[in-house]
């Protein structure tokens, strides 16, 4: 009986050149399955955030600024009045900044015998409107102050805060107070 094959002598026995030759398509699809899911992973990591998120995000971001703006205006010692206008400045447009300016320290100095302090505490804040560079938040804030019986009524406020977008942060351009709505049985 003649033998047969390759190098390796017997019938039927393929050598290593013929196992490759065999096995090449099965390693080339996965590769190609690897390569794909590498992209894929890729892809997922540097693929911009969906605009859904972008949009809570960017409501987040406005409710916070709004939150932070009205705890800062609500909480002031009239014995440091610039460093209590500094502090709000820095959360408002320029134009807005230099309105308050020049409205607080002549509001605050009435108030400097007294030694009044007060700290704000925002209760709630939504977003009422929003768009890529302006929002409209609206924010409920208690004000607690001192002395106490200073004032008759400790101020409960609720105010529409005016927000644009500049340079990526939202500051405040405007705020005004508004009513708070009475339901059925409410005392007005």
Do not use: C
């Not at 105010?159 to 405040?172: F, M, N, Q, Y």
């Amino acid at each position: 009986m003649a033998v047969t094959g390759g190098r390796g002598g017997g019938a039927g026995v393929s050598g290593p050149t013929e196992r490759w030759a065999a096995a090449r398509p099965v390693a080339l699809v996965l590769v190609a399955v690897l390569l794909a899911g590498v992209a894929l992973g890729v892809r997922a990591l540097v693929r911009p955030v969906s605009a859904q998120q972008e949009h809570a995000d960017a409501r987040a971001d406005a409710v916070a600024a709004a939150s932070r703006f009205a705890t800062s205006v609500n909480t002031y010692d009239v014995t440091d009045v610039p460093a209590y206008t500094d502090r709000v400045s820095a959360l408002l447009t320029e134009p807005f900044a230099e309105q308050f300016r020049a409205s607080t320290d002549g509001l605050l100095a009435a108030y400097a015998e007294t030694g009044l302090k007060s700290r704000g505490k925002v209760r709630q804040a939504a977003v009422d409107s929003i768009d890529s560079d302006s929002a409209q938040v609206l924010v409920a804030v208690d004000a607690e102050t001192t002395p106490a019986g200073l004032l008759t009524n400790p101020p409960r406020l609720r105010w529409e805060v005016s927000l644009v977008r500049e340079k990526g942060a939202w500051l405040v351009d405007d705020f005004r107070a508004v009513e708070a709505a009475t339901g059925k049985g409410d005392e007005k």
